[in-house]
């Protein structure tokens, strides 16, 4: 087995109605007991934790079914408990993993899963996508003004296209559905293409 398929054991945190990308750091509140027992396993072994989304934001109490296969590996940065109960902790996504199952564990979810390695692309190519998606996603951010200014500060600075892609589809009012699939692309290529597409729809719709 190569080194950039090693399958680790680690906890896992259900989203609901959230993706969290790769390159992508966001304070999340977390309420349910598996869940914040799931951040204090990562937190006292000092491992990371897989970020996956629920099918169903609804769903209270999700088994391994309701939950994508495809998540994000975070670091936690961290964490801090409200008097209500829940937790407030700040995550950075580091890289896309795939969840092969699910390891039995009363207290919270715990994994087993790979982490899948970016593929690398024709760097003319790429070069030329990475160009046109930062100028749609600049007409974006002119017609779409609740984007940042700092996030296109950013975007302008990034030149690999597998992070170019990550940054960007975080900022852009799209269904869990549509993000979920752009995560579930490990090409850069083709993710820049799809987000490309995307963003050209929504542009229309602005």
């Known amino acids: 087995m190569s080194e950039s398929t090693k399958v680790q054991q680690l906890p896992l945190l259900p989203l609901r109605d959230l993706i969290i990308f790769p390159h992508m750091m966001m304070p999340l509140f977390v309420g349910r007991d598996k869940s914040i027992n799931a951040l204090e396993e990562a937190m006292s072994k ?10 169903d934001a609804k769903t209270n109490n999700p088994e391994p ?13 961290q964490l801090l408990r409200i008097p209500d109960g829940t937790v407030k902790v700040l995550v950075e996504g580091k890289r896309r993993v795939r969840i092969k199952n699910f390891i ?11 982490e899948i390695p970016e593929e690398a692309d024709s760097p003319v190519e790429a070069a030329a996508l990475v ?22 500060m950013r975007v302008s600075t990034i030149e690999s296209p597998g992070e170019l892609a990550d940054i960007i589809v975080a900022q852009l009012n799209l269904k869990l559905e549509d993000k979920q699939k ?11 293409e799809h987000l490309l597409n995307l963003m050209t729809g929504e542009i229309e719709i602005l």
């Open 46 to 55: 000092q491992t990371d934790i897989v970020l996956a989304a629920q099918k």
């Open 65 to 77: 079914k309701d939950i994508y296969q495809i998540g994000t590996i975070a670091t936690i940065i």
């Open 131 to 152: 160009r046109s998606v930062k100028t749609t996603f600049e007409t974006y951010v002119k017609l779409n003004k609740r984007i940042p200014p700092e996030i296109l």
């Open 104 to 114: 039995p564990n009363e207290n919270f979810f715990q994994v087993q899963c790979e």
């Open 182 to 192: 752009v995560l579930e692309i490990s090409d850069p290529s083709k993710r820049l």
